[in-house]
């Protein structure tokens, strides 16, 4: 009986630490809106917002992410304590009250970091491609490989097509016109 209380035991808790990891198309359903959201109030794609979310977060499996909220790997000015595991962990990453904050976070660090402000300039919502090498070519990560990483992720999950891209509002309308 002790043997099947064990194995019950164990496989309950192994199904719950599985279900708390994200995986790419729930969190993708779960933040879609917000990167819309954003793309609408600065010009950035929301394929962009998602896909750079995605790739520096794990999808939100980080720690910090999950347990800052910081879905960008943002840092800080203050030193963040945070418990894991019953220990106190010190870091230097910025803490959000929300990953909607974390998103608007990088957003503002887009448009208005001279680095990075220039895009904003340059480039459309439309245009993912130009956004991810222009943010690399700008100095945002280290990995000569970055932008096409999160490329494959935005090009994988077909997260341009949150960009509304201007062809496919001119179908939208074809359509539309020929139903009537």
């Not at 279900?19 to 198309?25: D, E, M, P």
């Not at 990167?35 to 794990?58: D, N, Q, R, Y």
Request: charged letters at 20%; glycine letters at 6%.
């Amino acid at each position: 009986m002790k043997k099947i209380l064990l194995i019950t035991t164990l496989l309950i808790s192994t199904l719950a630490a599985s279900a708390q990891k994200n995986t790419s198309q729930s969190y993708i359903e779960k933040f879609k809106d917000d990167a819309i959201k954003i793309m609408h109030e600065t010009g950035i794609p929301a394929s962009i917002v998602l896909g750079v979310a995605m790739h520096e977060s794990g999808c939100g499996n980080s720690n910090i992410a999950q347990n800052l909220n910081n879905q960008f790997g943002v840092k800080g000015y203050n030193t963040v304590v945070y418990t894991k595991h019953n220990k106190k962990v010190r870091t230097s990453y910025k803490r959000y009250d929300s990953v909607f904050d974390s998103f608007q976070d990088f957003a503002r660090i887009m448009t208005e970091r001279k680095q990075f402000s220039h895009l904003a300039d340059a480039l459309t919502h439309y245009d993912y491609k130009g956004w991810a090498k222009g943010i690399q070519r700008a100095g945002y990560a280290g990995s000569r490989r970055w932008a096409s990483q999160v490329l494959g992720i935005i090009n994988r999950y077909n997260l341009n097509d949150l960009d509304e891209n201007p062809a496919n509002q001119t179908q939208l309308a074809d359509a539309t016109t020929k139903q009537q």
